[in-house]
């Protein structure tokens, strides 16, 4: 039982990594490779329980070090994940809906076309990802008080969305 311990401590450390790159991804607009929120909310929950259950077993020294670090670390991520979850779902009331999905000539690139429309709380606008396997997303263009994406493909990798010329190799 006392592997699952150290492995949850390691595996704490790499979780925190990867949300620490969600929201830096999220910031920059590069590749989101994390998954969702809620998964991450979830995990950070059960590094938690396995934190406590580590702190309450009787140990010293590095075991009850690294039972302490496990609980801060997970305690942490699940408090900020949380506040970051109420924020956005108090902050975000507007309704998407798919536009359309426009494919490069070689099909190498797709598009995902959204619209947005907050209502009186907001505003409406556009915006554009590319979607990758599994979760993975990039954000490529948004903007606001916009109704319709007028898609024109350059060359291969290279995209004019309502005159904002994109390159989607970077």
Request: net charge neutral; aromatic share 14%; charged share 15%.
């Amino acid at each position: 039982m006392r592997y699952v311990y150290i492995i949850s401590f390691f595996f704490t450390l790499c979780w925190a990594a990867l949300t620490s790159y969600s929201w830096y991804s999220y910031v920059s607009r590069t590749w989101q490779v994390a998954p969702a929120d809620f998964i991450l909310l979830s995990v950070s929950m059960g590094l938690l329980v396995l934190g406590v259950m580590d702190t309450i077993r009787k140990g010293r020294g590095w075991s009850k070090a690294r039972a302490l670090v496990t609980l801060s670390i997970s305690l942490l991520l699940c408090f900020a994940l949380t506040a970051e979850m109420l924020f956005t779902s108090m902050f975000s009331l507007r309704e998407e809906t798919h536009m359309k999905t426009v494919e490069s000539p070689d099909g190498t690139y797709a598009l995902d076309i959204y619209s947005w429309d907050a209502g009186a709380a907001g505003s409406s606008g556009i915006r554009a990802q590319q979607n990758g396997p599994l979760w993975f997303t990039k954000p490529v263009y948004s903007k606001t008080d916009a109704r319709q994406a007028e898609v024109q493909w350059q060359e291969d990798g290279h995209v004019t969305i309502n005159g904002n010329h994109l390159s989607l190799r970077e």
